[in-house]
């Protein structure tokens, strides 16, 4: 029984399980993407108009991406105090939503529609920064497997919800809204305590490269499995049972990934508690931890004091020289012969506060090179509907469809590449984000063209691509600003995709679409008489239609342009870190190859 009880606390305690159930928040933190499924019902219930269910949507948007509180009560609170706060706005603001769309409570107005559409989707960066940050604090050194994984889930959470609501069967769509307010809530409530930081650095295994694999593994069969799932249930006229049957394997391929913390646990040799405490030494100088002790001082000295060509000795040699400068400094500095200088700040690698690295052009670079990218990626998701309309496809829905299995795809495969080019190359990671825009531009080149079975190649290029960003940024960042104020740094970040979006699509691409439709309906209006005119000019609420390529062409150029803006400033931030991850991951590979 004491044994029993020993490997229970192990299991409890161990990393893979916090990962695992981070998955399992994250396939709930996709609420956001339900917002086009559950707007029709706001919209009937109380008779919006489209401008006002617009204006819910912006509402939705900016819930979604401001994650200032979320940062700094996660540097307050305990991780599961941040987690309740989540699952109460969710609660909150979409139970709210529900009562008033049912008839149980009053209807009230717009502004006050949007606060609760606000606070409700709110709740998702809750989720997003404990998972994040429990998770890069447990997995220092898989960094890019782990954000993009848990990244790839939360844009899979749509299509899960959504799977889980047809397999629900109810007839009153409303429903949908009640769902989202419980559920959600409900899972995060139940796994809170297991989120948490629990010294992963320790728990360091040669079984961990297999595990991550088999993570991959259950993802890439995930993907498949709802996009062959959304297919047919599209196609066909399928039976309840069937789809039953669809949602319990759903959960089947969800529930899979718990067998690896249950195996380390349960059923392999703990590690001797010696082996971890000789473990934990080297270990926990993890890049992006700084130790403010005279030593790391001396340390900076090191690298201010040391000859250039040193970089250049072979791994050992330069070990030793700088170790012998080292000491001979360490000495001076006893004696009182050398001053050690004060650094007036942190520098690249090691633990910013978000006001420190505001002042770094290495964070603007990130920032603008995300707002490039990732923005322009959104505003193809956002008038994803218009663009296959305009290309002739009435069934538009299946591209929303693939494009999120594609963003999924992207998140996870950014996150496994960018990390062997840090681990195999000690290469800076900011160059995978260089590569993803390059292939959104060609995406977005594609959609502008307007070729025949265009769509299907535009949606695949543009999804991987702005998936692979949200993989990449959040690991790269907490690379070049350290772990200890991330979640701050990270939700700042992420001001980007609504910043780019307001920009990109309700300025550029709106403003286009409508002056090209406008072009459309012109000559009809040369070519009748009056009274046909106004009998066959469109009402005032129903807004006017463009057809063909030339709908978002321009736009789609213009759009492929800012990403290969965004590829310089991304390979500008790789020329200006590569002595940093040189320094980072460059011993690790050397000794990899020893």
């Known amino acids: 029984m004491g044994k029993f009880q020993e490997r229970f606390v192990s299991f409890f305690n161990n990393r893979w399980l916090v990962f695992v159930a981070a998955m399992w928040i994250q396939s709930c933190a996709g609420i956001g993407y339900l917002f086009g499924?559950?707007?029709?019902?706001?919209?009937?219930?109380?008779?919006?108009?489209?401008?006002?269910?617009?204006?819910?949507?912006?509402?939705?948007?900016?819930?979604?991406?401001?994650?200032?509180?979320?940062?700094?009560?996660c540097e307050v609170l305990p991780i599961w105090g941040a987690l309740l706060v989540g699952a109460l706005q969710n609660?909150?603001?979409?139970?709210?939503?529900?009562?008033?769309?049912?008839?149980?409570?009053?209807?009230?107005?717009?502004?006050?529609?949007?606060?609760?559409?606000?606070?409700?989707?709110n709740g998702e960066t809750y989720f997003?920064?404990?998972?994040?940050?429990?998770?890069?604090?447990?997995?220092?050194?898989?960094?890019?497997?782990?954000?993009?994984?848990?990244?790839?889930?939360?844009?899979?959470?749509?299509?899960?919800?959504t799977q889980v609501y047809t397999m629900i069967h109810a007839p009153d769509h409303a429903n949908l809204i009640f769902m989202v307010a419980v559920g959600p809530a409900m899972v995060v409530i139940a796994l809170m305590f297991i989120i948490r930081p629990v010294g992963g650095h320790r728990q360091v295994r040669p079984s961990d490269s297999s595990s991550f694999t088999f993570i991959y593994s259950v993802c890439l069969l995930l993907a498949a499995y709802l996009m062959g799932v959304m297919?047919?249930?599209?196609?066909?006229?399928?039976?309840?049972?069937?789809?039953?049957?669809?949602?319990?394997?759903?959960?089947?391929?969800?529930?899979?990934?718990?067998?690896?913390?249950?195996?380390?646990?349960?059923?392999?040799?703990?590690t001797d508690p010696a082996e971890e405490a000789l473990l934990s030494k080297p270990e926990n100088m993890e890049p992006g931890k700084s130790n403010q002790e005279t030593h790391e001082v001396i340390l900076s000295e090191v690298e201010d004091e040391k000859p250039k060509d040193v970089d250049l000795l072979p791994a050992s040699e330069r070990r030793k020289r700088i170790a012998q400068l080292q000491a001979r400094l360490f000495h001076a500095a006893a004696e009182g012969a050398v001053r050690v200088k004060r650094r007036r700040g942190p520098h690249r690698g090691e633990d910013f506060t978000l006001t420190q690295a505001l002042i770094k052009a290495d964070f603007w670079l990130i920032f603008f090179s995300l707002l490039l990218g990732s923005g322009s990626g959104l505003t193809v998701i956002d008038n994803l509907g218009q663009m296959s309309q305009s290309l002739g496809y009435d069934n538009t829905h299946i591209f929303v469809?693939?494009?999120?299995?594609?963003?999924?795809?992207?998140?996870?495969?950014?996150?496994?590449?960018?990390?062997?080019?840090?681990?195999?190359?000690?290469?800076?990671?900011?160059?995978?984000?260089?590569?993803?825009?390059?292939?959104?531009?060609?995406?977005?080149?594609?959609?502008?063209?307007?070729?025949?079975?265009?769509?299907?190649?535009?949606?695949?290029?543009?999804?991987?691509?702005?998936?692979?960003?949200?993989?990449?940024?959040?690991?790269?960042?907490?690379?070049?600003?350290?772990?200890?104020?991330?979640?701050?740094?990270?939700?700042?970040?992420?001001?980007?995709?609504?910043?780019?979006?307001?920009?990109?699509?309700?300025?550029?691409?709106?403003?286009?679409?409508?002056?090209?439709?406008?072009?459309?309906?012109?000559?009809?209006?040369?070519?009748?008489?009056?009274?046909s005119m106004f009998a066959s000019m469109p009402r005032v609420d129903e807004p006017l239609k463009c057809e063909g390529s030339i709908c978002y062409f321009l736009t789609s150029m213009i759009m492929s342009g800012l990403c290969i803006v965004a590829v310089i400033l991304s390979m500008i931030l790789v020329h200006r870190t590569t002595n940093v991850y040189s320094h980072l991951y460059g011993k690790s590979r050397s000794s990899n190859l020893v």
Request: net charge positive; proline share 5%.
């Open 37 to 73: 499924s559950i707007s029709p019902v706001i919209k009937s219930s109380l008779n919006y108009n489209q401008k006002q269910i617009a204006r819910l949507g912006v509402a939705k948007d900016l819930g979604d991406s401001v994650g200032f509180l979320a940062g700094s009560l």
């Open 91 to 121: 609660f909150i603001g979409y139970g709210w939503v529900w009562l008033i769309v049912t008839g149980r409570a009053p209807v009230l107005p717009l502004w006050a529609m949007c606060i609760l559409i606000f606070v409700g989707n």
């Open 128 to 161: 997003n920064t404990a998972a994040l940050v429990s998770c890069v604090q447990n997995f220092p050194k898989s960094r890019g497997p782990v954000v993009g994984i848990l990244k790839g889930f939360a844009g899979l959470g749509g299509a899960i919800l």
């Open 231 to 270: 297919l047919v249930e599209d196609l066909v006229d399928l039976n309840h049972t069937v789809i039953i049957i669809f949602t319990v394997i759903l959960f089947i391929l969800l529930f899979i990934p718990i067998v690896i913390p249950i195996i380390l646990s349960f059923f392999l040799e703990r």
């Open 401 to 531: 469809s693939m494009i999120s299995i594609w963003n999924f795809l992207g998140r996870v495969g950014g996150g496994y590449f960018s990390e062997i080019i840090v681990r195999d190359y000690a290469y800076p990671r900011p160059v995978a984000m260089a590569v993803a825009q390059f292939v959104m531009a060609i995406g977005h080149i594609f959609l502008g063209m307007g070729w025949p079975g265009v769509m299907y190649v535009g949606t695949l290029l543009i999804g991987l691509g702005y998936g692979a960003h949200w993989a990449i940024v959040p690991a790269a960042a907490s690379e070049l600003f350290g772990l200890k104020k991330f979640g701050a740094l990270y939700n700042f970040l992420t001001l980007a995709n609504p910043a780019g979006s307001l920009v990109f699509s309700g300025l550029i691409a709106s403003y286009i679409y409508d002056h090209e439709a406008e072009k459309q309906h012109q000559p009809h209006h040369h070519l009748l008489n009056a009274g």
